[in-house]
C-alpha cells in the first residue's frame, strides 16, 4: 500500500484519534482481490486481509481516526452527529494515483457513538458489501469495500445477530454534514476546511475565477449525475440525509437501500421512513433539497454584508445547474434503456409512456428492459392487463427505432440494462446462509454482479430474474443495523 495520510492535516477539532476494537472470533466472510489490486495491496497485504478487515492489524503510517460531522436526517436538524461505528483506519493510493480512504465499519465505539453500540451486524454489513460492489458494477459512482469479517461476538438488535467488520472504500468520506458541523460549532474552520475540499477532491477548481462558486457547482453537477444514475438502475438509497452525502457525489452510506423490482415509483424500502421521505420518486427533489441546505453552510466565507448578498445570489446560481445536469443524465440514461435515439423529439416521451405501463401494469423494472431488449414484446404484452396501452406504446416505438440505425441502438441497450439486479430476497438468501457461516451464495452474488450485463447462465438461479410474484409485497428494510 502507498500511503497518503491528508485528512489528519485538517484541524484537529475534526475529528479524534481512535483504534479499532476487534469482535471476539473474527473470522473471513468476503474478500474483493481484484479491488485490492487496483489499490496496489502488496501480497503480504492482502495474506493479512482477515486480521486489517476485523481491526487486528492497523498501519504505522495511518493513526486511525473518527470524523465529527452533523446532519439534517429525514429533514430535521440533528445536531453532531460523526463517526459512531466506523473509522478511517487509512488513505492510499490506488493504480491511477486517486486517495483512496479505508473505513472499516464497526470498529466499536467512539466519542461519536451517541446512544449506539459501535458495531455493525452481519446482515447490514453483507448487504452493503454487495450494494456497494453492484452499484460499481453499474457504473454508478459508489464506495466498495475490500472484504467483510464475521464473529462469533452477539450483537443486540431486535434480536440478537452475529457482529461484524466492513473495510469500505470510497473516494471521500467528507459529507454535507461536515460543513453543517462547522458552520454550527466552528465557524473559523471554514474557509481552511473548504480551501482543502478544493484542493483534494476538485483541483481544477483553484483555476477558476471564484474557485468556491466553481467547487459548490461542480459538488451539485456530480451530486446531479449520481442521482440520474440511481433512478436508472432503479436504486433507492433508502436515508438520503445530509451526513450521508458526500461532495464528491459518490453513494455512501445506504444502509436500508434497495433495488426496485416492479416499478412503484413511490414504494418506501426503509420501514423507519414513515412519511415516505426518501421514496424513488422523491430522491431528485431531496437531493436538490440537500445540496440547498449545504450551500447555505457556504455563506459565512463572506464577511461583509453586500458581499454576502452578492455571494447569496451567487451560490443560487449554482443551484441551477442541478435540474438541468440530472435531465440530461436521466433522459439521455433512459433513451439508451430503451433502445431509442436521443436526439429524436419523441424518444423520451415514449420511454416515459414505457414507464406509465410498468407502473399501472405493476411489472418488473430490470426484467421488462431486458424483455424490450431481447424483443420479447408478447412477454411484456401477456404480463398486462391492459393490452391497447401497450400495443399503442410498441406502435410508437417502432415506428421511431424504423428509421433508424437498429444494431447501433441494441448495443447501447445491451451496455444500459442488468440483467441482475441485488433483490432484495437474493441478499436475503446471502445473509441466512452467512449467518450459519456458510459465505458460498455471497460469493456466487458477488461474481454474478461483478458482471450485471451478461447474461452468465451458468451462475444464474432462476429466482434472481424474477419479479417477486404479485401478492407478494416488498421487503421494507430496517434501519437498525
Ligand atoms: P446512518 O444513518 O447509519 O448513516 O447513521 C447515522 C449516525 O448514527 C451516524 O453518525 C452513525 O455513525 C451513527 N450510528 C449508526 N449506528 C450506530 C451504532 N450502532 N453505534 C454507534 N453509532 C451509530
Ligand atoms: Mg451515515
Known sequence: MQFNPRYPLLSPELFHHQMPVPLKGAKAGHFNAALADELQWSEED??????????????????????????????????QLGDGRGLLIAQILDKNNQTIDLHLKGAGLTPYSRMGDGRAVLRSV??????????????????????FTSSTQGIQREKMEPGAMMLRTSDCHIRLGHFEWINQYQPELLPEFIEKCIEWHY????????????????????????IAKWQLVGFAHGVMNTDNLNITGSTLDFGPYGFMERFRPNWINNHSDYQGRYTYQQQPSIAHWNLWTWLNNLIPLKKDSTEKEQFKEDLAQCLEHYE???????????????????????????????????????????????????????AIKDDCLDRRQFEAFLAQYESIREQQDIDELDAA????????????????????????????????????????????????????????PNDVPEVMVSCSS
Open 46 to 79: 492482502k495474506a493479512q486481509w482477515v486480521e486489517i478487515c476485523s481491526g487486528q492489524k492497523t498501519f504505522a503510517e495511518f493513526e486511525p481516526l473518527a470524523m465529527v460531522y452533523a446532519g439534517h436526517q429525514f429533514g430535521q436538524w440533528a445536531g
Open 413 to 468: 441497450m445491451h451496455m444500459a440494462n442488468p440483467h441482475y439486479i441485488l433483490r432484495n430476497h437474493m441478499a436475503q438468501k446471502a445473509i441466512e446462509l452467512a449467518e450459519r457461516d456458510d459465505f458460498s451464495e455471497v460469493d456466487r452474488l458477488f461474481k454474478l454482479l461483478s458482471q450485471p450485463y451478461l447474461k452468465q447462465p451458468d451462475l444464474e438461479q432462476p429466482e434472481d430474474l424474477a419479479p417477486l
Open 203 to 226: 483541483p481544477e477548481c483553484l483555476e477558476a475565477e471564484q474557485p468556491v462558486l466553481a467547487f459548490a457547482t461542480k459538488v451539485i453537477q456530480r451530486t446531479a449525475v449520481m
Open 324 to 378: 438541468p445536469t440530472f435531465l440530461e443524465h436521466y433522459k439521455d440514461g433512459l433513451n439508451q434503456k430503451i433502445g431509442l435515439p436521443s436526439f429524436h423529439k419523441d424518444s423520451f416521451d415514449c420511454g416515459m409512456a414505457f414507464l406509465r405501463i410498468l407502473q399501472s401494469e405493476q411489472l418488473d423494472y430490470t426484467q421488462s428492459f431486458i424483455r424490450l431488449q431481447n424483443k420479447d414484446y408478447d
Open 126 to 147: 453483507i448487504r452493503e458489501y454487495l450494494a456497494g460492489h453492484a452499484l460499481n458494477a453499474f457504473g454508478v459512482a459508489s464506495s466498495n469495500a475490500i472484504g
